[in-house]
């Protein structure tokens, strides 16, 4: 079995950043592609971006110049940095990915989320 646990998330002021972690324990092998999403209040959830496990990141237009998504291989954990944030950015933020087990499947697997309120 494998879990996913973000963590980071409560309240930001307008214009300061959010640093959010997500750390897979578990039955791994290997973490592959992994990704961030987030899901505003009333809204779909969507990708901000995803890592792959060499390192490469590929993030959506809405975030390019203020996320920053990295990861620690030895340590399982993926990471979100994003900066000047507003009240918009105000949503549960989301791990999830595609995991290797020790019992050789491959699966995608998510975090319960973390809220992050953006507010003054």
């Known amino acids: 079995q494998v879990q996913l646990v973000e963590s980071g998330g409560g309240l930001v002021q307008p214009g300061g950043s959010l640093s959010l972690s997500c750390v897979a324990s578990?039955?791994?092998?290997?973490?592959?592609?992994m990704d961030w999403y987030r899901q505003a209040p009333g809204k779909e959830r969507i990708l901000i971006g995803r890592?792959?496990?060499?390192?490469?990141?590929d993030y959506e237009d809405f975030v390019k110049d203020r996320a920053t998504i990295s990861r620690d291989n030895a340590k399982n954990t993926i990471y979100l940095r994003m900066d000047k944030v507003t009240p918009e950015d105000t949503a549960v933020y989301f791990c999830?990915?595609?995991?290797?087990?020790?019992?050789?499947?491959?699966?995608?697997?998510w975090g319960p989320g973390t809220q992050v309120t953006v507010s003054s």
């Open positions: 999830g990915g595609d995991v290797l087990t020790t019992l050789g499947t491959f699966a995608y697997y």
């Open positions: 578990g039955s791994i092998a290997r973490l592959n592609v």
């Open positions: 890592i792959g496990s060499s390192g490469r990141v």
